[in-house]
């Protein structure tokens, strides 16, 4: 550890990490838990089980869209983020964006219309994909010594995985205390919002915290010394994309920006898909649904009407809470996922350590998503638990892996070039593939996919991105500092 920061700083950079990466994942994963509320609101004005079948399927069509337009657009400026990071330092450049993904939730929670929601979701990715570059960017160089690196950069990461956790524990409260009007607060939301529904928008409102608490805690803590005295003794060189492709360069970053891509597209394809258009449709949902379906049929007197409408609330409930829970299995899969790998980290070389949490999803997407997702809930939620645990650990993987890869006048950029190009901006369009292509594949002929059917793209996406990861470990360079793996 470098030794002119006291043990009172150190603790005050840990925390404000931590704080950090918790809540860049609890901004991120906002989203799969409220989307379907938040859409089927702004885009018909009805709860999402009130839609008919073809609204339905328009709000899970924009659910898939909007993963990816919110990470290509933060794709997009977090590439511009990485530049600004070597050039301006880590530390400006991380109070710029957690400002920016501390108030977009709260401009978002107030929307009236659609394109307002998409709009502030995607000024929130953009402030997340620059902080979580400039954060490890940081973190690598106020803790020179490699192994001290490795125990902060893979233990601090470990808490990010407690913010999907957290969204989705707050997500639940804020619904529980909704159904009692009184136990939430009056606020000046767009006339004509649903109250049965407002979960999202408070949930939303929650994104202002962890900004506050961290710029509170920003002052107490330095720059990276080895980046100011670089600059300040002129030696520190311009960073520029095009150095990227330098021959000593080029394989490092195609490699790394391939790796990046696969990861994001396990997640964005599969598992945030998972509790948006996948839960729905699981078979005990299923079967109620089909029941109330039928129910209609019969229900002519005012008596059964009532007693159906009964029943169409309480499985709104029931699914919101499934929706709820199945984030919940996949989000401390990723915690336990980030845990071994801060483990790991200090005994395996890289390429092993990356083997070993891409093999076995080889086999397990396609499983989980084709087979065990017809049978009983908890061996599903199983199975997304290890799923989410073979996934989140190669973010992990890749977010303390790029620092040592990059010479430092290009960590900034190079991290944000793998991160944002090959993961926000090409990974995280297997959401869009799944719902707008690969489902409609399977698809019965002029039927609209049904959660099975995108269940089913999800299982091929999975094992296709996972196959091409393990193939690209055999490119993979090995930093100077480690032994080859």
């Not at 990466?21 to 938040?38: H, R």
């Not at 049965?196 to 994104?207: A, I, P, Y």
Request: glycine share 8%; aromatic share 10%; net charge positive.
């Amino acid at each position: 550890m470098p030794s002119n920061l006291s043990t009172f700083t150190r603790i005050l950079v840990l925390a404000v990490a931590a704080i950090g990466f918790l809540f860049d994942t609890y901004e991120l994963l906002m989203f799969p838990v409220i989307g379907t509320d938040a859409i089927s609101e702004l885009l018909f004005r009805k709860d999402f089980l009130a839609l008919d079948a073809a609204q339905k399927v328009a709000v899970g069509d924009w659910a898939g869209q909007m993963l990816w337009i919110a990470a290509l657009c933060g794709g997009a400026f977090g590439l511009l983020g990485g530049l600004l990071i070597d050039r301006l330092g880590r530390k400006t450049i991380m109070i710029a964006s957690i400002l920016v993904y501390s108030l977009s939730p709260v401009a978002a929670a107030f929307s009236d219309e659609l394109w307002q929601l998409v709009l502030f979701r995607c000024t929130t990715f953009v402030g997340v994909c620059v902080e979580m570059v400039a954060a490890v960017t940081w973190l690598a160089e106020l803790f020179e010594n490699k192994r001290t690196r490795e125990i902060v950069i893979g233990w601090t990461l470990a808490t990010a995985s407690l913010g999907g956790i957290l969204v989705t524990e707050v997500y639940s409260e804020i619904v529980d205390m909704a159904k009692d009007p009184g136990k939430l607060p009056h606020l000046p939301f767009p006339d004509g919002f649903l109250s049965e529904n407002v979960g999202w928008r408070w949930t939303l409102l929650t994104g202002l915290i962890p900004g506050a608490l961290i710029l509170l805690l920003l002052p107490f803590v330095p720059e990276s010394g080895v980046w100011k005295q670089k600059r300040r003794e002129g030696s520190l060189k311009r960073p520029g994309f095009g150095e990227l492709f330098s021959p000593s360069l080029r394989r490092t970053t195609l490699v790394t920006t391939v790796l990046s891509a696969c990861a994001y597209a396990a997640a964005f394809g599969a598992l945030q898909l998972t509790p948006l258009r996948i839960s729905p449709g699981l078979p005990d949902l299923a079967a109620r649904q089909a029941e109330i379906n039928e129910s209609e049929k019969a229900a002519t007197t005012p008596a059964l009407k009532k007693e159906l409408g009964g029943k169409k609330k309480e499985l709104a409930q029931d699914t919101k809470a499934r929706r709820g829970d199945i984030q919940r299995w996949q989000e401390i899969g990723g915690l336990t996922g980030r845990i071994l790998l801060a483990i790991l980290l200090l005994f395996l070389p890289s390429r092993l350590l990356l083997r070993i949490f891409l093999i076995p999803g080889i086999f397990l997407f396609p499983v989980a998503y084709l087979e065990i997702v017809k049978l009983d809930y908890v061996l599903f939620a199983a199975s997304i638990f290890f799923c989410g645990l073979f996934t989140v650990a190669q973010f992990s993987f890749m977010s303390e892996f790029l620092p040592k890869v990059f010479p430092m006048h290009l960590r900034g950029t190079g991290g944000s070039f793998a991160t944002n190009v090959g993961g926000r901006m090409i990974g995280t369009m297997a959401a869009t593939l799944n719902t707008g292509l690969i489902s409609k594949l399977f698809a019965s002929e002029f039927a609209k996919p049904t959660p099975m059917d995108v269940a089913k793209a999800a299982a091929l996406i999975g094992g296709v991105v996972y196959l091409i990861a393990f193939a690209m470990t055999f490119l993979l360079s090995t930093p100077k500092e480690q032994d080859a793996g």
